[in-house]
């Protein structure tokens, strides 16, 4: 049984957060959360948000990750990164505690 850690940050997840705080002088963090719902059964919430008094705060060079308590066994051992694609660019969470997911990228089962 692999050993439940809290969600890691990717080095391109804290460059985007700091070019977006560069950018719009945007000083709030980046919100990911897990809601019911979704065509999977649980969409990702992300969103720049400002901290509250229980979160995971997760931070490097003043930019900030912020998952709520109840979000975070759903975020056990996840990696929230940042993707440039041809598609789009946005923010992802790769997640090993989830089964399925939908083609949208946002909408998970466990």
């Known amino acids: 049984m692999e050993l439940s850690l809290p969600p890691r ?15 719009t002088g945007e000083t709030r963090a980046l919100r990911v959360g897990v809601l019911g719902g979704g065509c999977s ?5 992300i969103r720049l948000d400002d901290a509250a008094p229980d979160d995971l705060v997760l ?7 912020l998952v709520d308590p ?13 993707t440039d694609e041809l598609i789009g660019a946005r923010f992802v969470v790769e997640n ?14 466990i």
């Open 9 to 23: 940050v990717s080095d391109r997840a804290f460059a985007r957060l700091a070019e977006i705080a560069d950018l």
């Open 41 to 45: 059964g649980f969409q990702y919430d």
């Open 59 to 65: 931070e490097r060079d003043g930019a900030k990750v």
């Open 70 to 82: 109840v979000s975070l066994p759903f975020l056990q051992n996840a990696v929230i990164d940042f």
């Open 96 to 109: 090993p505690n989830a089964t399925s997911s939908c083609g949208c990228g946002t909408s998970f089962s």
